[in-house]
């Protein structure tokens, strides 16, 4: 049954009034009025954290940049019809991105792979699986009769979200392919695997457990494929190409910075306009043609 969540129908009773809840409780925030609604509290439960929608949060508030995008994707989804959306965090969200150059040059490659095929981004930054759940049972896909739908979620779980185990994220993911398909039936599902970081050894192995627990989950499902990408983004010793990612540390600062001292190890996840292409085309020809999709 399909249903909105119970926070979605407080927020938007609470959006009527914003003008009356913003001048009486000023938050961190102005740029949009759900920055003035508290934030649900963090569920103590990780693996609930995981699989339990709920809006993105900044400083106790929603997150207005957040729930803004949240609007551009409820627009743009009932520009329709589309044949193809895309789902996921800041790795997908980047597709909107022209620039800077040369490293985040990545609209381009969307224009070139995937918006010949009707396509729809409703990659939103910095999203776990609970807010990505939370913006399905809140709108975003309503009325969409995609043939085909690409998932990359994850990796933001297991990067702000140390408690949560693999088992926890992995039914995290499995969430949101549920709401997917209960939402849009006919489609089919490629769920893309968690990609490579350098940001710590329990992470990459944690993403490694999901990345595996998930595809055995789906293994002969009529409707979901997964796609492990990881060894696109691997050296020959493997370890990760960190040439294919675009972060770097940011710059020294305060009273005990050392303009000296050799930078920071580079915390990699986000890939660069040639990582970007690498797994755009994969998905491309794991939808389109041969592919490695299983």
Known sequence: ???????????????????????????????????????????????????????????????????AHHEKNLAEAKAGPYDLVFVGDSITDNFHKKGPAPDQVFKPIWDELFAPHRALNLGVSGDSTQHVLWRLENGEVDGLAPSNIVLMIGTNNTWHDAPASAQDVAAGIEAVVASLHTHMPKAKILVVGILPTTDTVQKSAKDDVINQMVAKFYAGSAYVRTLDLKALFLNPDGSVNQSLFYDMPGPCKGPNCDPNAPPPPRRVVHPNTVGQRMWAEAVAKALYGSGTAH
């Open 1 to 67: 049954m399909r249903m909105r969540t119970l926070l979605g129908s407080s927020l938007f009773a609470c959006m009527a009034i914003s003008g009356v809840v913003a001048a009486q409780q000023p938050g961190p925030q102005q740029q949009h009025p759900v920055d003035t609604l508290p934030a649900p509290p963090q569920l103590k439960d990780p693996a609930l954290r995981q699989t339990t929608p709920a809006p993105q949060s900044r400083g106790g508030y929603i997150n207005g940049d957040w729930y």
